[in-house]
């Protein structure tokens, strides 16, 4: 899988049932980008993706006390 910019970003996370706006994506995008090109080198063999729509849900969970 190549890095996603912000335009990939919003589609996946539409696709994942979460909306970013442009500027949320792009901060997915500069914060989820040093991970692909570091796993660049073993793309394909690892038996997991990186996938940034879960990552906006971490950051707007509410947290039940």
């Known amino acids: ?3 996603p910019g912000p335009r990939e ?3 996946i996370t539409a696709t994942a049932g979460v909306s970013v706006d ?3 994506a792009e901060r997915i995008a500069n ?5 692909f090109d570091g796993f ?3 793309a394909g ?3 997991f993706d990186l996938e940034p729509a879960s990552y906006l849900l971490v950051q707007t969970a ?3 006390k």
Do not use: N, R, W, Y
């Open 31 to 35: 914060s989820i980008g040093p991970a």
């Open 9 to 11: 970003v919003m589609a």
């Open 22 to 24: 442009k500027e949320a």
């Open 40 to 42: 660049a080198p073993v």
């Open 62 to 64: 509410q947290v039940s």
């Open 45 to 47: 063999t690892l038996p």
């Open 1 to 3: 899988m190549t890095k």
